[in-house]
């Protein structure tokens, strides 16, 4: 009988060799997550600006030389933005990427009403925060595509968020949710809209089913748990 092998020593070369390829798995799986959300989103945004024939600004925020980003700055950039078309759409699809080259900045893609613009006094007064770059964009698909190139936590300041996203409309809520759940739950439950993340899986949260993950992390990466997924019977009802 082969003599199973000690684990690593806390610490060890060959721990930290461990921790360093689980890390760096973990990091690529995180950046083609965040990726095919952002390729879901720019989908639908460009579907809600045929319908309602808007065109694309390309909008660059960039800090001031040393500042760290803080999170309500976006925001209150975004909530400016959308009380200044307010009633003009009934939604403003826009994305944003943070990224670190030098200063830290902003990528950004608004959806405006066509013939409408924001000036650059506008820009000035609700981005107090350094330098603004706008201009109606020529190629709406080259530009979201390099915004999502690598968008990524590791060089920003801790809890800040990578990206993000809005002026949704319904349809485009459920087309998003539902293009983004891994494939082995696509192949399991009949109705995706209805599922939510849960510990080791998924609950359908019309009916309780729990649709239980086949594969789980562990130190040499991810391994079967089971050949074929699972689905765990709905939870029994609580009775006093």
């Known amino acids: 009988m082969t003599k199973e092998k000690n684990p690593p020593a806390h610490g060890s070369k060959e721990f930290l060799e461990l921790v360093n390829k689980n890390e760096s798995s973990q990091k690529i799986s995180r950046i083609k997550n965040m990726q095919a959300k952002l390729?879901?989103?720019t989908k639908q945004h460009f579907r809600i600006a045929k319908e309602q024939r808007l065109s694309a600004l390309a909008l660059t925020l960039t800090l001031r030389k040393g500042e760290n980003p803080q999170g309500k700055q976006i925001s209150q950039f975004m909530d400016r933005l959308r009380k200044h078309f307010k009633g003009h759409v009934p939604?403003?699809?826009y994305t944003w990427v943070l990224e670190k080259g030098g200063q830290f900045h902003y990528h950004l893609t608004v959806w405006l009403p066509r013939g409408k613009k924001i000036s650059h006094a506008d820009l000035e007064r609700w981005w107090p925060h350094g330098f603004t770059h706008t201009e109606m964009c020529r190629d709406p698909e080259g530009w979201t595509r390099y915004m999502r190139k690598s968008p990524t936590k590791d060089d920003l300041p801790k809890g800040m968020r990578a990206y993000g996203y809005g002026g949704m409309d319904p349809d485009a809520?459920?087309?998003v949710?539902?293009?983004c759940l891994p494939?082995?739950?696509k192949k399991m439950a009949p109705f995706l809209s209805s599922l939510r993340r849960c510990p080791g899986g998924y609950i359908d949260t019309m009916n309780g089913v729990i649709y239980?993950?086949?594969v789980m992390w562990t130190s040499k990466g991810f391994v079967a748990k089971f050949s074929e997924p699972m689905r765990a019977p709905a939870p029994l009802p609580v009775t006093a």
Request: aromatic residues 6%; positive net charge.
């Open 39 to 41: 390729r879901a989103v």
């Open 91 to 93: 939604v403003l699809p």
């Open 173 to 175: 809520k459920v087309a």
């Open 177 to 179: 949710h539902d293009q």
């Open 183 to 185: 494939q082995w739950v």
């Open 212 to 214: 239980q993950c086949p």
